[in-house]
């Protein structure tokens, strides 16, 4: 149970996009074609390595649907990363992102990291967004950006733990104070906070995973 | 509220009494315009501490500011937010106009002002939001009156509050600041969460987002665990209510913080041996957190199941069994509450879970060399115990430890091994070093000395988990031999007998003691009927071993129709009777099924006998709104009267009129009366059974009715009349059973019938008397036909007998003839001689004449005789003939022909005397 750091995120996103489906298959390896829609939110948790330190993160996994939306702006000024999930395929749900970020910016803190995905990416004839313009999206609004799939797997690790990498790098750069738990990091008794502060940003690396 | 009371003078001044209705309103309506209009700041200070007083000392001035206070109130706290004495005033009056004056006198159905306030004030999403924002405020007071308030509002109008604080953006983030707050506003916040969690799965994830786990668990340590004070009490409400029916924050306290924070506040810390209330609840409360973890998610979650047995696996890592058996078992000084508690948990812990139920076996209490098994420790507190609750706590550890655990079973079973009658007889005290088995087995046959079956039904409680559904098991128990209790009066006779004794002893010793004690021991009785209706179950050979005892069955039918004995135990009476029929594999006759179905129907009565089934269908062990009794949770003013923490003896009676023991609805667990339910239609089908197939003595094939080739009319005669004759014995059987299905039918019918399943019952014994009376006119008609057949065989035979009488006569004609014959030839000699000797002095001629004439005498009756013997020769044979044919016939043919040869034999003797 020991870890350096902990990590809150949260992942949004318009209702039937694939949030639950990305979070199985990060904490569970596993695909489930049929989900139930989900109630409000849902929990998840994995501990990943980055920089040889053991980090945990704590996954909540909200409803897309508009009625639970008060209820899912609770999570997000604690939340340190936020995964906000589009469908590839389906252009409304792309559409929604410029809202789905003010609703973020306002509601949670200023430096919360977020990872653009477009899911779906194993349905690629039936795209509807290319992947240029979620880079185009992702570009002008300052955020990390990934297509991938949570049938197949691919990029789901790799969103998950470059979102986790990038937080690293900011604690390193001096960004936190993380003794201020209201960030959604939190210091683990297995790490040293800070000690290595401001170093090399390229030892941030996404290692493996024990969960 | 020293305040308060300073002021109370003045108002009483005011107020001359508290009726006075409209001087209150104009009061208060004058005090708000103060507060409202005044210029001078001091003079709405004052105003606004005059109002606090009076809105908190009389319900008159809560309802008319109720009526008009709010908005004023309201202003003051958004538009002045700089005049802090302003404010804790405002929010002073407010908790004063929420809190309830107790007022013994007037009437129930009065209006409560302070109720009405709450609704009042809830009503605006938006007050709730503006008390929320008062929470960031420096002044202490501020928070604490503004925490006060919320929480009055969160008692009285919870759902609406709940539902506002969703919507208000980080509201919740708000609240759990509190936490961090110096101790008495923590302390408040604490309470307002509890109230703020209370079945709202959405806000309890909110607060375990923002660390309430973390926060709840730092505080429990700060106040000394188990040890603290009512604070410790107030976290783990407030623990309890995050994971109660909640699987999501139970997964996230599970893969985040684990539950060793939670494990360790079971570990006795310091005096193990002192339990302060204080410190009773604190465990208790903890202990209910790991039942609300053994219980997983809520009823609908899809991943229950899988949360529930992770929840289990990871405890046990955790290690909880060793804190659970230090409480539950090892701890003399655990007040009995915990102890129940905790066996609960190492119940549920076990059950179905392979993995921790070898954990559990394997466990060793005590130290060397004083070590020995958990389960055995456990067994010994069922058998010694004076609590009934810890009796049905630590009989439900083994009622799950056997449940689907064959291995657990015959593990335990294996150490069954009856011990010679002095080491049994030892005192209980000296038995750390028996196996499980003898001490069981000595407990089983404890009451024999003293007469107190007590321990012998607990034990027996035990041993029916062991044998449930295990069938090696139950054979194996049925071969332990008992030695008699007086070595020299008789041989060692079968445990199950042993059983089948002392239940017989248990009603006596009912009878001897009068009403008083039958309430105590009216549970013995019927734990130890479980034992054998779990026995006999699918087991022929334990029902055969019942059985063996003639008097076992006289006994049972005496019992089931016992007035004296309850519902219950004639019930139970009932179904053991009926798994002597339907496991009766026994060919014996006088023990097969079809003599215990006889027995019924004659003892008792089919209908009376399904009667004692329904009753007890009826009784309240059996209804199915019997539910497992939930536990409340441990609210502080409960916990504080600790009524909560009786024991179950006394709370039961009273409720309930039922006449059964309270023990009784812990130990018919649904998995019995499920089981004795289905047994019950086992059992009725199979009795049916045994009526529509009667075990019949003869076989109606009806091509052995017909005549064999090769058989002769006797032998066919013969066969028919054997068949006839079994047939008839058969029917008068059948006769008898159905006299005997025809008088409970007339009494069903006559005395209840109006009850619809007595009328199914009458239903069936009408069929079945229709199969007899069906079966009864075949085989009467069967008769007729055979009479008629007998008839024509005897009307044929007296043909022949008047055939040969006619030959008889012709063939005495003949010999008449023929005896005239032979008396004229011997007169016709004598003349010759005395012509001979006459004709000595005659010629020679004379001689020569007498030759010839002699000659053809000799020649003319020799053909005439031999045309007699030919015809002589042919009635001989017709004779014989006819004779052979009779005797086929079975007529006694030397009989027959006794006269005729009478008649006959005359005058061949007269012959051979005139010879």
Redesign the interface.
């Known amino acids: 149970m020991s870890y350096a750091y902990l990590f809150k995120y949260i992942i949004i996103g318009d209702t039937g996009v694939g949030k639950s489906c990305l979070l199985l298959q990060f904490t569970d390896k596993r695909f489930q074609p049929v989900h139930d829609l989900t109630i409000g939110v849902e929990f998840g948790a994995r501990m990943i390595t980055i920089d040889n330190k053991p980090i945990k993160l704590q996954i909540w996994d909200t409803a897309g649907q508009e009625s639970f939306r008060s209820i899912t702006r609770s999570y997000y000024r604690g939340a340190a990363g936020a995964l906000l999930v589009y469908d590839i395929t389906r252009r409304e749900t792309f559409n929604h992102l410029a809202s789905w970020l003010e609703d973020a910016r306002q509601h949670a803190n200023a430096n919360m990291t977020i990872m653009l995905i477009g899911n779906k990416s194993d349905l690629a004839h039936r795209r509807a967004v290319s992947t240029e313009e979620g880079e185009q999206f992702a570009k002008e609004h300052g955020l990390i950006f990934m297509e991938a799939s949570a049938k197949t797997a691919q990029n789901v690790e790799e969103a998950f733990i470059k979102t986790a990498a990038t937080i690293y790098k900011k604690i390193q750069d001096g960004v936190f104070d993380v003794s201020n738990e209201s960030y959604g990091i939190k210091v683990g008794y297995g790490g040293i906070p800070g000690s290595s502060g401001g170093r090399d940003g390229a030892s941030a690396q996404a290692g493996g995973c024990c969960s | 509220m020293d305040l308060v009371s300073g002021y109370k003078g003045m108002v009483g001044l005011v107020f001359g009494n508290d009726n006075s209705g409209s001087n209150e309103d104009s009061y208060v309506e004058r005090l708000l315009d103060r507060i409202s209009n005044g210029v001078l700041p001091d003079d709405r200070r004052n105003a606004m501490t005059e109002l606090q007083s009076v809105v908190a000392e009389s319900r008159g001035a809560q309802l008319a500011f109720g009526a008009m206070g709010f908005p004023v109130l309201m202003g003051v706290l958004k538009e002045e937010r700089d005049d802090v004495e302003m404010i804790r005033g405002a929010l002073e009056t407010l908790v004063s106009a929420l809190t309830p004056i107790d007022h013994a006198k007037g009437p129930q159905n009065e209006v409560q002002p302070a109720l009405m306030n709450t609704d009042l004030l809830s009503r605006e999403a938006e007050n709730i939001s503006l008390l929320l924002s008062l929470l960031s405020e420096e002044d202490f007071y501020v928070r604490y009156y503004t925490l006060q308030i919320l929480t009055a509002l969160l008692t009285n109008s919870q759902n609406r509050l709940q539902e506002a604080i969703?919507?208000i953006?980080?509201?919740?983030?708000r609240l759990m600041d509190m936490l961090m707050d110096r101790e008495v506003i923590r302390n408040e916040a604490l309470l307002l969460l509890t109230h703020l969690t209370r079945e709202a799965?959405?806000i309890q994830?909110?607060l375990v987002?923002?660390?309430a786990f973390e926060k709840i668990f730092s505080i429990i340590k700060e106040e000394g665990g188990s040890e603290g004070g009512v604070v410790v009490q107030d976290c783990l409400e407030l623990l309890n209510n995050l994971l109660r029916n909640n699987a999501?924050?139970q997964?996230?306290l599970r893969?985040?913080?684990?539950f060793d924070a939670i494990i360790s506040i079971l570990k006795l810390r310091g005096s193990s041996y002192s339990f302060t209330q204080q410190k009773t609840i604190n465990l208790l409360s903890a202990l209910e957190t790991i039942n609300l973890l053994l219980m997983g998610g809520s009823e609908s979650d899809?991943g229950k199941d899988t949360n529930k047995l992770t929840n289990r696996t990871v405890l046990v890592q955790n290690k909880v069994f060793d804190y659970l058996l230090l409480l539950g078992v090892e701890s003399q000084w655990a007040p009995i509450p915990v102890r129940c508690a905790a066996l609960r948990c190492i119940a549920d812990l076990i059950v179905g879970h392979p993995k921790n139920l070898d954990t559990l076996s394997s466990k060793v209490l005590g130290e060397e060399p004083q070590v020995e098994p958990a389960l055995n420790s456990i067994l010994r507190i069922i058998l010694r115990t004076s609590s009934a609750q810890e009796f049905i706590e630590a009989d439900h550890v083994f009622k799950s430890f056997c449940e689907r655990n064959s291995d657990g079973q015959t593990m335990l079973a294996s150490t069954l091994i009856p011990q010679p009658y002095s080491m049994t007889n030892a005192p209980i005290e000296e038995d750390v070093r028996m196996s499980f088995g003898s001490m069981l087995l000595h407990g089983l046959t404890l009451g024999e000395s003293d007469g107190d079956l007590e321990t012998c039904c607990r034990a027996a409680s035990v041993l029916s988990h062991v044998l449930r559904d295990n069938i090696q098991c139950k054979e194996r128990v049925l071969r332990i031999e008992l030695e008699s209790p007086t070595p020299s009066l008789g041989a060692s006779e079968p445990l199950m007998h042993r059983m089948v004794k002392y239940l017989a002893l248990a009603s006596n010793m009912k009878n001897k003691d009068g009403k008083t004690s039958t309430k105590e021991n009216s549970y013995v009785q019927p734990i130890i009927l479980k034992l054998l209706v779990t026995w006999l179950a699918d087991c022929p050979n334990a029902a055969q071993c019942f059985l063996a005892s003639r008097p076992h069955l006289t006994y049972l039918l005496e019992l089931v129709s016992n007035p004296s004995a309850t519902t219950c135990t004639r019930g139970l009476a009932a179904v053991l009777l009926g798994e002597c029929v339907i496991y009766n594999k026994s060919g014996e006759s006088g023990k097969d099924a079809f003599t215990v179905v006889d027995a019924i129907s004659q003892k008792i009565g089919l209908t009376s006998y399904f009667l004692k089934f329904d009753e007890m269908m009826k009784s309240f062990l059996f209804s199915p709104v019997k539910t497992t009794k939930l536990h409340k949770p441990l609210t502080r003013s409960a916990a504080a009267s600790m009524e909560e923490i009786e024991d179950v003896d006394e709370q039961d009676s009273s409720d309930h009129k039922n006449e059964d023991h309270p023990i009784l609805s812990s130990v018919f667990d649904s998995h019995f009366v499920n089981f004795v339910k289905s047994l019950e239609g086992n059992i009725r089908e199979t009795i049916v059974d045994v009526y529509s197939r009667p075990k019949s003595e003869v076989a109606v094939v009806p091509a052995e009715l017909e005549l064999k080739r090769g058989e002769s009319d006797k032998e066919y005669i013969e066969r028919l009349k054997s068949f006839v004759q079994k047939q008839c014995s058969e029917i008068q059987n059948l006769l008898g059973r159905n006299a005997t299905l025809a008088e409970n039918l007339a009494k069903t019918g006559g005395s209840v019938s109006s009850q619809p399943e007595q009328r199914t019952s009458g239903g069936f014994d009408r069929v079945q008397a229709e199969t007899l009376r069906r079966d009864l006119q075949e085989a009467s008609q069967r008769i007729e036909m055979l009479k008629a057949e007998k008839a024509k065989i005897e009307s044929e035979a007296s043909m022949y007998q008047n055939l040969a009488g006619k030959m008889e006569s012709d063939l005495k004609s003949l010999s008449d003839a023929y005896n005239s014959l032979e008396q004229a030839n011997f007169h016709l000699e004598k003349e010759v001689k005395a012509l001979k000797s006459g004709g000595a002095s005659t010629p020679p001629d004379v001689e020569a004449i007498k030759a010839e004439a002699r000659e053809e005498a000799q020649k003319e009756s020799e053909v005439e005789l031999n045309d007699l013997l030919v015809c002589l020769g042919q009635e001989q044979s017709r004779v014989e003939k006819l004779s052979a044919r009779l005797l086929e016939l079975g007529e006694d043919v030397d009989k027959l022909l006794e006269g005729v040869g009478d008649d006959m034999g005359l005058p061949e003797d007269s012959e051979k005397e005139e010879d």
Do not use: A, D, M, Q
């Open positions: 969703l919507t953006p980080r509201g919740i983030t799965e959405e994830k909110i987002f923002e660390g999501c924050n997964v996230l893969e985040t913080l684990g899809p």
